[in-house]
């Protein structure tokens, strides 16, 4: 029995992981890396020695007194949860022997003594606009591991780094961690998810699996596009009428307190959350709870006039009435006091002028103002409610729309540039020409999937491939992988994105010239093994085995509540109605002893 123990044990730490080839004939080209240094994003420098060192749950969380108690809880909070990481559930594994040489601890220290401050949430949100606020060293020896970093941020990033090194030698059936020297820092500082959840919901504990994933992708940039045409799931209190008439459901909503604990979730793992108000377009769910913001749409002198393919009854911000700024500006001023960023992204991408030419009272402004074309009403547009955003203190990220259609941006306003049908690097080429900070998702359009291993094409990307000076590649902050959710809800949202962002993830952060697919490939299905080892439910990349650990296989863990997050909203929905509950019975004994015949 204990033989058959020990076997088992062996196929599922050391065997899980397997890449084969789609045919005979096609034999895989590269080489697999050696245990214990399958990274993923990999490092800028990473040097291996050949002694080795045991792990087991003793090892200690060591914290340096240059961390301040912000920064202190942050990690604690983070090595709590890498617990279940360093030993996954349902993992059988050997002691080290008495004589193996144990690895006791991982010390967390700053290159400088921090200061004390107030507020965590405040002083420590994850705003990072450089590289080096995320770079770390980190030393594995035989007196124990030692993470050294200028913030936090960098010591989360080593902890993740940390975390990969853990393996299980061949032939022992125990955990171990080679003698490892690594130097590393990002590429760039803006490495992002955008997901859609307005198309169809995605639940605030899905989102939490997906900031996990993007931690263990080293990420650090959750890009909400909140609301669109088809819903509008975020609760406002200033305009509730908006996702009580705008949303799917009642259970279609995310409530405000939701948000901030998802914020807070997503700080502690150094990931932004920057939410996105799309306008001028996209807003059909506005007009549900609030019909006057939308624009009236006419054909032959009817009002209410849809045409096919062209324009709906009734679409798009109506940009010549005072509510309509007002009431955006509010619901800015509104998403500020939920939502922690800097930054805001407005959206104002595809503003289709068919239903603003075919409405006469436009056109009647536009011949007050000497407004010459609709591309000036855009312009008028985008220009108060880009004022209304900077007056409320906010930063802005727009589509690169705005830019395409010649209107005139503000200079510190980013774009993003998404379109690609005449070549993305044509756009990033002439963004920056003019000035301008771009982030790109061109190429990074996960939505769209094809047969076979297309996060090939996602890897070979390289940002600063266009024409232009070195000044103007210092305008591409980074990159987001976009999810767009018109086919993706809560069943496939996670296999969709993962781990195929996991291509741009390294793209993101690791050195230019690491992009040879054949040698990532080994990594990268690796890494997919390692976040199913993790509760994520990432996909497969090539022809590959993750052992037990694969969905419905009897080790899974993918439904393990410590990797899951169903069981918090379940219980504030239980908190609630407990509440509802006894408020009721309490009314009710209050009538009975009121109204009772004496």
């Not at 059988?92 to 967390?108: I, T």
């Not at 909503?253 to 990931?271: C, D, T, V």
């Amino acid at each position: 029995m204990y033989l058959r123990n020990l076997f088992i044990l062996l196929f599922l730490v050391q065997a899980d992981c397997k890449l084969y080839p789609i045919a005979v004939r096609l034999p895989l080209n590269g080489t697999p890396p050696d245990s214990g240094g399958s990274l993923w994003p990999r490092p800028s420098l990473q040097q291996f020695g050949a002694e080795r060192f045991y792990v087991d749950k003793s090892l200690q969380l060591s914290i340096d007194s240059s961390l301040n108690e912000c920064e202190r809880d942050i990690l604690e909070k983070l090595w709590s949860h890498y617990q279940n990481v360093f030993y996954p559930p349902k993992l059988r594994y050997q002691q080290p022997a008495s004589g193996d040489p144990l690895l006791k601890s991982v010390h967390f220290k700053l290159s400088s003594v921090s200061p004390v401050v107030i507020s965590c949430a405040e002083h420590y949100y994850p705003f990072i606009q450089d590289t080096q606020a995320e770079s770390y060293k980190l030393i594995v020896e035989l007196k124990g591991a030692q993470v050294i970093a200028g913030t936090v941020w960098g010591l989360i990033r080593g902890l993740e780094t940390f975390s990969q090194l853990i393996y299980s030698p061949t032939n022992t059936g125990k955990l171990a961690i080679n003698q490892t020297n690594i130097t590393d820092e990002p590429r760039f500082f803006h490495r992002g998810i955008m997901l859609d959840s307005s198309r169809h919901f995605i639940p605030i504990a899905l989102l939490k699996k997906h900031l996990d994933a993007m931690m263990y992708n080293k990420m650090n940039v959750f890009h909400w596009h909140l609301v669109d045409d088809q819903s509008f799931p975020f609760e406002s209190k200033t305009y509730p009428d908006l996702h009580k008439k705008g949303a799917y459901s009642e259970d279609h909503i995310y409530r405000q307190e939701e948000i901030k604990e998802l914020i807070e979730f997503a700080r502690i793992r150094g990931i932004r959350v920057i939410p996105e108000l799309d306008t001028p377009g996209h807003t059909y769910s506005w007009g549900l709870g609030y019909p006057q913001l939308i624009t009236i749409c006419w054909k032959d002198g009817k009002p209410f006039q849809a045409i096919y393919n062209v324009q709906g009854e009734r679409e798009i911000l109506n940009p010549i009435q005072n509510f309509t700024y007002e009431f955006v500006s509010n619901l800015i001023a509104e998403l500020k006091n939920v939502f922690s960023d800097p930054f805001i992204h407005l959206g104002m991408d595809k503003v289709y002028y068919s239903c603003w030419e075919s409405n006469p009272n436009i056109s009647e402004f536009m011949r007050l103002n000497d407004l010459n074309s609709t591309r000036d009403i855009e312009q008028y547009y985008m220009s108060r409610i880009l004022t209304s955003a900077n007056k409320l203190g906010y930063k802005v990220t727009v589509w690169q729309d705005v830019w395409d259609n010649k209107v005139k941006v503000f200079n510190d306003t980013i774009l993003q540039i998404w379109k690609s049908e005449n070549d993305w690097r044509e756009y990033v080429k002439n963004a920056t020409l003019d000035g301008y900070k771009v982030i790109l998702s061109s190429p990074w359009y996960l939505n769209y999937i094809k047969y076979g291993s297309d996060w090939y094409d996602f890897y070979k990307i390289e940002p600063t491939d266009f024409e232009g000076n070195d000044e103007q590649k210092k305008l591409v902050l980074g990159g987001e992988a976009c999810m767009w959710s018109e086919f993706v809800d809560g069943a496939n949202s996670i296999s969709r994105l993962w781990p195929r962002a996991s291509a741009v993830a390294e793209r993101l952060w690791s050195k230019m010239d690491l992009n040879d697919v054949e040698e990532a490939k080994f990594r990268l299905d690796e890494q997919r093994c390692r976040l199913l080892r993790r509760g994520v439910e990432a996909g497969p990349i090539f022809n590959s085995l993750c052992g037990e650990y694969e969905p419905y296989m009897k080790n899974n863990v993918l439904n393990e509540e410590k990797f899951n997050y169903v069981e918090n909203r379940n219980s504030v929905a239980r908190a609630i109605n407990s509440w509802e509950n006894w408020l009721y019975l309490f009314v009710c004994i209050k009538c009975l002893v009121e109204y009772w015949p004496s």
